[in-house]
Structure formats: C-alpha cells, structure tokens
C-alpha cells in the first residue's frame, strides 16, 4: 500500500490547486482522476474553456450573414478543431505542473474508498490501494440524463462534452432544458448559422431572473432566430433514418407536436459525482441530491476527509472550487478565518450573445424580502460603447437599499457583462456607497462606463 499526506480523488480546479499548495510545502501528495482526457477537469476539458473558445468563434460567425450553410459549416468545422487544440494543450500543461512535481503521483484510474483512509485506484490494468489520513474529494459533477424514451444510444442525441465532438454543423438543433447550458449552446450554434428550438419544462424561461432582465433575454435571443417551447415535456427522441424526431407535449394543454432535427442536446442540469466513491464506507453523507455535506471549512461528516467543488452541491462554479481551494489552504497553513458562509454575494455570467451578468438580489427577491429600494435601469441602446460596437441590445438593473444607499444587486445583460459585473462585485465586496460607481472616473469610451449613467 502507498502512503501519502494527503490524496485528492479527482484533477478539477480546488483539487488540483490544493495538490500544487501541499507539494509546495513539501507533502507526499496522490491525486487520482479518472480519465486521461480530463487532467485539469471539467472546466478546462469540457466545460468552460471549450465553450467559451466556441462561443468566441461563435461570434465571429455571426458576422457571415451573406454565407452559404456549407461555407458556415466549414468555419463550424474549423472552430472545433480551434477548441481542441485550446484545450489539449492546457491538458498537458495541467497535467505536468503535477507530474513534474517531485512531491505529486499523478494515478489515472476511478478512485473509491476502501476505508475511511484507504482508496482503491482502478486503472485500465491493476487496482492499486493508497493510504491517508487526509483525504480531499474533488470529483466534479456529470450531466443528468432524464429518463426519456429514445435518448440512451440514440447516436443523434448529445450532451454539452459530446456536442463539442461534433465536427457537422447541425442544420436544425433541438435543445432539451433551458438554463445556463441550453442557452449558451442555443445562441452559439444560432450564430454558428443553426436553427435553434429549446424546449423548456417550465412555463418561464430562466424563472429566477427579474422578468424584464427574462424578457429581454429572450427577445433577443429569439431576434437571432432561437425558438423557445415553454411547459415543454419530451416524451420521445426517435432515430429515423439519418434524423431525430422529438417528441413532447404542452404541459398546460396537453397537445402533442413533434420536431425534426439533426442533433439534440440535452441540457437538463448536472449532479455530483458520488455514485463510485463507496463513501458509506468512509462515512461520507450525502444530501438528497446525492452532494456531499460540508461544513463552513468544507469538512465532510468525516472531518479527516474535505470535499471541494460541484461535489458538495451548491454553486457550480470553477471560482467556486478555487475559493474552496483558499478555504482549505487557510483552515491548514493561515488563519482559519476564510470560511464558505462569508463568500456572498458571488457574480455569475451566462455566456450568451450578449452576456447576461449578476450579482445579488435582483427586484423580486429585494421585494420579497420587504426591502425599501430603489430601482435603476438604463437600455443598452442609451450606452456610447454599445453603439461604436453596433450592439445595441440588452438591459442593466441596479437594486439599491433606499436606507442605506448600499447596493443589494445588479443585472447586466450588456456585451462585456461578464467582466463589468465585477467592478459592481469589488463596489459591493468593500460596501461602497451607490454613489461610488455613479461617480467614479472610468475610460471612455467603455461598457463600465455604463455604471455611471445606471447608479445615477
Ligand atoms: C458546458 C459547461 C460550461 C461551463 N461553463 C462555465 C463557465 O463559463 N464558468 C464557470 O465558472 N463554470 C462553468 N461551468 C461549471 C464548471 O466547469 C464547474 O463548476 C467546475 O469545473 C467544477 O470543478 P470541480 O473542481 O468541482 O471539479 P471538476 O473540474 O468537475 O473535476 C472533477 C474531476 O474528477 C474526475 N472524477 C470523477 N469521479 C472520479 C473518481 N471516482 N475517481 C477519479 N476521478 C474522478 C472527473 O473526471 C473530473 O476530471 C461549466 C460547466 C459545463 C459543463
Ligand atoms: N456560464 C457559466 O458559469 C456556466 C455555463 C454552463 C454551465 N454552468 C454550470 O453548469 C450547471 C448545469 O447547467 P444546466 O444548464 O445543465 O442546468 P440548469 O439547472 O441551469 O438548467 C437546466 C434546465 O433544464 C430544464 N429541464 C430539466 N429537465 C427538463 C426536461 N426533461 N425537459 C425540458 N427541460 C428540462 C430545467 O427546468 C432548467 O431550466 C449550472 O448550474 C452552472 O452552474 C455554468
């Protein structure tokens, strides 16, 4: 049996950050994934790197409005290859940083414990046992399939990692689910140059946003050619020959409709990855939905053994499982003052065409809360750097304590919305008064420049 001072089952972002950290300080470290494909994890393997690579193509495409489907087709094609030689050279670079490392065996094999302090390596020809007292569990989340009839083997139906494989534009792409991942595929491939359907089960489409900041989401989106099929329930993807054939009904009328297409994608939400782990064994609960329980520092019910990241259910974010990384590294070798419960209010961006940014409480859920506030709102159209791009689009939201002039929330769904939110994350983080942004000096002319005219 090998002996380590800690073992990390799974390479994602707070693991493989963590592994870096230990060996630094000179701990024997075993860090176990299970695929060759996925050193470095979902992110920069199959999740955001690769999309957002796509989605940066995607808006190039956008530009081929006089081209032919085969001339889109052809681009399509290049950018997938675009993709992967971003992400198989970050594999490697991940990989080495830990290989290299004379403190880090890296084990390629589907980890699970043997005990609380031993963890079977399964690899393509042995299974080798480890031992620690300290054990971190870093092994991500997976897509869910929903169990509708027609998808298992149905080599027409994809999910977000298979999707990204495909080198033939699909000429019509049905989407099943619309939250993050739905609408980021759909206004990606609806720029790459497909006709896009998402059919969503819930009667409102991203039902925990503001219902403006919803509306203007989605009359955008549809201006790109997107169809959405709200109170969407799928019965059935039938292969028919070199097609699929959807099948679903309005939940609310009970009609039944069916669509063509040449690809679907499901994007029905993504579950911890427990299932392998044996953690009963390890006296490792889990919640409902299969998380692993933490406390504050990310101890589980087995408080030699942490978990970081998509694992434990909550926010799935790679920031979230770097500052997961931070609160691990803090509880050890710091202060032990960093902790999960001070982490809000956190930022998050869906990368759609244009970006749609947040940060905290938006109108409804200020209302709700019986808080007096005050709402700003400023079009897109009114913003000098929307017009030099000609993207004229979109909507930004402030909600603001009338009491205490702090500011409780922002939308943004504006181009550069993803690196504007967190100007607006820095201004709540250090409880700026609103008039912080309303009157601080920025460039001209720029997005963040917007938080002026939107604070005042
Ligand atoms: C399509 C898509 C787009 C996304 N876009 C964004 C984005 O733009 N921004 C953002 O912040 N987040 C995005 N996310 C979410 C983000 O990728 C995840 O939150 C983040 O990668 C989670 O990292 P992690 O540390 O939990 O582990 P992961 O990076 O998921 O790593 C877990 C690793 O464990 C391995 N593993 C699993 N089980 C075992 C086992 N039993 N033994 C050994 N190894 C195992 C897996 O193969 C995997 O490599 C996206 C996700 C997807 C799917
Ligand atoms: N930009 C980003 O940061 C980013 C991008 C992509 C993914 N992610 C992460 O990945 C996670 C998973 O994303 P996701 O979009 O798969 O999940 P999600 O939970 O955001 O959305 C799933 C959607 O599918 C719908 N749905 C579920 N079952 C359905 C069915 N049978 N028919 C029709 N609709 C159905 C749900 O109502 C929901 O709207 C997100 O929570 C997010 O944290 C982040």
Known sequence: ????????????????TLAAEFAKRGRKVAIVERSDKMY????????????????????????????????????????????????????????????DHPNVTVYTGVGSFVSADVVSVRTSTEEIWLTSKQIIINTGAETIIPPIEGVADNSLVYTSTSIME?????????????????????SMYASFGSQVTVLESYPELI???????AASVK?????????????????SVKHVENRAVVVFSDSQTDEVFELEADAVLLATGRRPNTKDLNLKVAGVETDARGAIIVDEYLKTTN???????????????????????????EDLFGDK?????????????????????????????????????IIKKLPVMAIPRAKTLGETDGLLKAVIDKNTGKIVGCMLFAPDASEVINIVAMAMKTAQDYTFLRDFIFTHPSMSEALNDLFS
């Open 337 to 373: 003052e960093r902790k999960t419960s001070d982490r809000n209010p956190v930022a998050y961006s869906v990368f759609i065409d244009p970006p749609l940014a947040r940060i905290g409480l938006n109108e409804d859920e200020a209302r709700k809360q019986n808080l007096d506030v």
């Open 166 to 186: 495909l080198t033939d534009l699909p000429r019509r792409l049905v989407i099943v689910g619309g939250g993050y991942i739905g609408l980021e595929f759909a």
């Open 303 to 329: 408080p030699n053994i942490r978990a970081v990241g998509d694992v434990k259910g909550g926010l799935q974010f790679t920031y979230i499982s770097l500052d997961d990384y931070r609160i691990i590294r």
């Open 1 to 16: 049996m090998n002996a380590f001072d800690v073992i990390i089952i799974g390479f994602g972002k707070g693991g493989k």
């Open 219 to 235: 009359e955008t989106l549809e201006k790109k050619g997107i169809v959405f099929r709200m109170n969407a329930k799928v019965q």
């Open 40 to 99: 470095g994890g979902t992110c920069i393997n199959i999740g955001c790197i690769p999309t957002k690579t796509l989605v940066h193509q995607a808006k190039i495409a956008s530009g081929m409005e006089d081209s032919t489907f085969e001339e889109r087709s052809a681009f399509y094609r290049n950018a997938i290859a675009v993709k992967e030689s971003v992400t198989s050279a970050l594999r490697g670079k991940n990989y080495h940083n830990l290989a």
């Open 207 to 213: 039902a925990r946003e503001d219902r403006d900041i």
